[in-house]
T-cell receptor, first 107, second 120 residues
């Protein structure tokens, strides 16, 4: 079946450093969503990408959908302690969530 | 809007007991999802309803698990009998989904706060 892998699994960064997580699907995705889950919380929707090669920005966050619609990335510029949490991508055709990347920001 | 409501927030039960988790989706949403989250297996989709009809239950672990959605504003996930390996956080989520020619174009999912289940 479809699998969605994310790398890295964990990432520790110093506050102010950049961070990137990658999402790779074994099959072509109709669209992709990104969620953030704070420690002890629930996943919260960040953004949805639909078009091949699409790039969207939200303040310090940049999201990209691959040309083949099988991969995606989330890049955070100048991380802050409020960015701590686990970031998930979701291939919405089967509502499968990626394995997640847990980000820790060291002040 | 109150968001997705789940109850109970915490449940501790003994192996063999029946457990029922409840969810009230956001009014107007036509899709409801049950997920299970563990450290080992991550966030797994258990079952998905669209317009109160189960669409995909391939993620339901085994016959001990059952889910119902009797109306647009209520769903339950039941585990009977419960086992220690069922210990996890169970999330309910809702969204507005529009199926187009077999390819679902879904909008964002809104997650509830989750139910932390511990089976001893």
């Amino acid at each position: 079946g479809q699998q969605v892998m994310q790398i890295p699994q964990y990432q520790h960064v110093q506050e102010g450093e950049d961070f990137t997580t990658y999402c790779n699907s074994s099959t072509t995705l109709s669209n992709i969503q990104w969620y953030k889950q704070r420690p002890g919380g629930h996943p919260v929707f960040l953004i949805q990408l639909v078009k091949s090669g699409e790039v969207k920005k939200q303040k310090r966050l940049t999201f990209q959908f691959g040309e083949a619609k099988k991969n995606s990335s989330l890049h955070i510029t100048a991380t802050q302690t409020t960015d701590v949490g686990t970031y998930f991508c979701s291939g919405t055709y089967k509502y499968i969530f990626g394995t997640g990347t847990r980000l820790k920001v060291l002040a | 809007d109150a968001g997705v409501i789940q109850s109970p927030r915490h449940e501790v039960t003994e192996m063999g007991q029946e457990v029922t988790l409840r969810c009230k989706p956001i009014s107007g949403h036509n899709s409801l999802f049950w997920y299970r989250q563990t450290m080992m297996r991550g966030l797994e989709l258990l079952i998905y309803f669209n317009n109160n009809v189960p669409i995909d239950d391939s993620g339901m672990p085994e016959d001990r698990f059952s889910a119902k959605m009797p109306n647009a504003s209520f769903s339950t996930l039941k585990i009977q009998p419960s086992e220690p390996r069922d210990s996890a956080v169970y999330f309910c989520a809702s969204s507005w989904d529009q199926g187009l020619g077999g390819s679902y174009h879904s909008y964002e999912q809104y997650f509830g706060p989750g139910t932390r289940l511990t089976v001893t």
